[in-house]
């Protein structure tokens, strides 16, 4: 089945570092590809998404390309802000049967002034 | 938008309770997800359901029952509670499809077992 391999955090920046973090996947046929994000005492929200080979997501100053080639769909942003702080998740590819989604552990952001 | 409410944001319970955790969605979406978070073991599927009546396990269903009745409504059931289901439960809906659609997913219940 479709998973994911995310990389484990916790993750410390100082304001204005640049961030990936870094995610491949296992699939067949041709998913869609998620991030989401988990701000402190919230639920889940979607962060980015795209849906085919060399799309680039993009959201809050926050980007991810899909990458067929290397199966992988990195979380890059270029300056983090203090309220970037918060946990990632990249998200199981979703598309035709597969329903079950397991996410991974998520990786924890904390960025200081 | 769509909307997951979550009944309850904090409950408390004792051990030996049945306990319902129910979630309803507002956007007619067919997939419907029960989520547990614990610090370290990030996110695990207990229970899904892709339609009315339709459920499948997933990574750790023992302890756990859904019910789906309703397209709406998929609650999670704790048929005798215990300590180690201590734990933040998530849901979450979404539509089905080929291409996929993301997750929808609600605030959270924060459950303690005393």
């Known amino acids: 089945g479709n998973s994911v391999t995310q990389m484990e955090g916790p993750v410390t920046l100082s304001e204005e570092a640049f961030l990936t973090i870094n995610c491949t996947y296992t699939a067949t046929g041709y998913p869609s590809l998620f991030w989401y994000v988990q701000y402190p005492g919230e639920g889940l929200q979607l962060l980015l998404k795209a849906t085919k080979a060399d799309d680039k997501g993009s959201n809050k100053g926050f980007e991810a390309t899909y990458r067929k080639e290397t199966t992988s769909f990195h979380l890059e942003k270029g300056s983090v802000q203090v309220s970037d702080s918060a946990v990632y998740f990249c998200?199981?590819?979703?598309?035709?049967?597969?329903?079950?989604?397991?996410f991974g552990k998520g990786t924890l952001l904390t960025v200081n002034p | 938008d769509v909307k997951v409410t979550q009944s309850s944001r904090y409950l408390v319970k004792r051990t030996g309770e049945k306990v319902f955790l129910e979630c309803v969605q507002d956007?007619?979406?067919?997939?419907m997800f029960w989520y547990r978070q614990d610090p370290g073991l990030g996110l695990r599927l207990i229970y899904f359901?892709?339609?009315?009546?339709?459920?499948e396990k997933g990574d750790i269903p023992e302890g756990y029952s859904v019910s789906r009745e309703k397209k709406e409504r998929f609650s999670l059931i704790l048929e005798s509670a215990s300590t180690n289901q201590t734990s933040m439960y998530l849901c979450?809906?979404?539509?089905?499809?080929?291409?996929?659609?993301?997750?929808?997913f609600g605030n959270g219940t924060r459950l303690t077992v005393t």
């Open positions: 359901s892709y339609d009315v009546k339709m459920k």
């Open positions: 956007m007619d979406h067919e997939n």
């Open positions: 979450a809906s979404s539509l089905p499809g080929s291409l996929g659609s993301p997750l929808h």
């Open positions: 998200a199981p590819p979703s598309g035709g049967s597969n329903y079950k989604l397991t």
